[in-house]
């Protein structure tokens, strides 16, 4: 395999690489490898996960996302928003754009390097119900904003163990075979969420989930009866906003927006996945 060029970007502190693979320039023999290779930090480019841009007869793109670890995730929100500044700032796409994800079609607006992205609707709300972690009876909620998320609500949030914890919901019998991602939050006296989260296929704390931050707006606008929009603080310290308008039990019209910073443009050479 040649060289390939790639992009590295960032989403509120989830790093990515991006491909345009419409020509397919990577090859697919060992496909886990190659990403799980060229994600390891300090001995390749190192990232959160892997974007792979290919061609669509439907809409603009399709991408295929990939963690860390090689293994494939429906949806992601901050590398959906990195991914669709890639497509703009590559005459993939205008400033308007939509592409295909495992989880549907999603919608992105360009602000400059801020992108607003419409998510697709989510399913499977539960709220407040018992979960036991280490003869720990925890109160947790859940939903699937894309990929399912539990999200728990926490006095001291620096303090909380997430990576322990957060294993432990990841791996939990009631979310098994596919698992969860797990974020804890707490509130600000100004009505902000503070999130950190544990994320399945990184298996480790991440400066910022956006499919996580959407999950937990969307659980503490109803627990907190909180309105549109609401801002949640990453790990990595930058804001994310979402929107949405809630019927009952369920969410229409969800939105996330934040930044998607291009880092650098390099080529990824063949020692990068030896």
Known sequence: MKDIEFYKMSGAGNDFIIIDNRNQVVDETDLVGFIAKVC???????????????????VDFKWRFYN????????????????????????????ELSFETDAGIVSARMQNDRVKIRMTDPTGLRLNYPLMIDSRMLRISSIN??????????EDLENAD???DGRCIRFHEAYAPAGTN?????????????IRTYERGVEDETLACGTGSVAAALIMAKIRELSSPVDVLT????RLSIYFRMDGDRFHDVYLEGGARIIYVGRLHQEAWA
């Open 68 to 95: 860390s670890d090689g293994s494939r995730a429906e949806m992601c929100g901050n590398g959906a928003r990195c991914a669709a500044r890639f497509a703009y700032v590559n005459r993939i796409a205008g400033p």
């Open 235 to 238: 790990r990595s310290r930058e």
């Open 145 to 154: 904003t894309g990929v399912p998320h539990v999200v728990v609500e926490v």
């Open 40 to 58: 390891r930090r300090k001995f390749s480019v190192g990232a959160d996960g892997l974007i792979l841009v290919e061609s669509s007869d439907k």
């Open 182 to 194: 797990a974020n804890f939050v707490s509130m600000t006296a100004k009505g902000e969420i503070v």
């Open 162 to 164: 997430v990576c322990k």
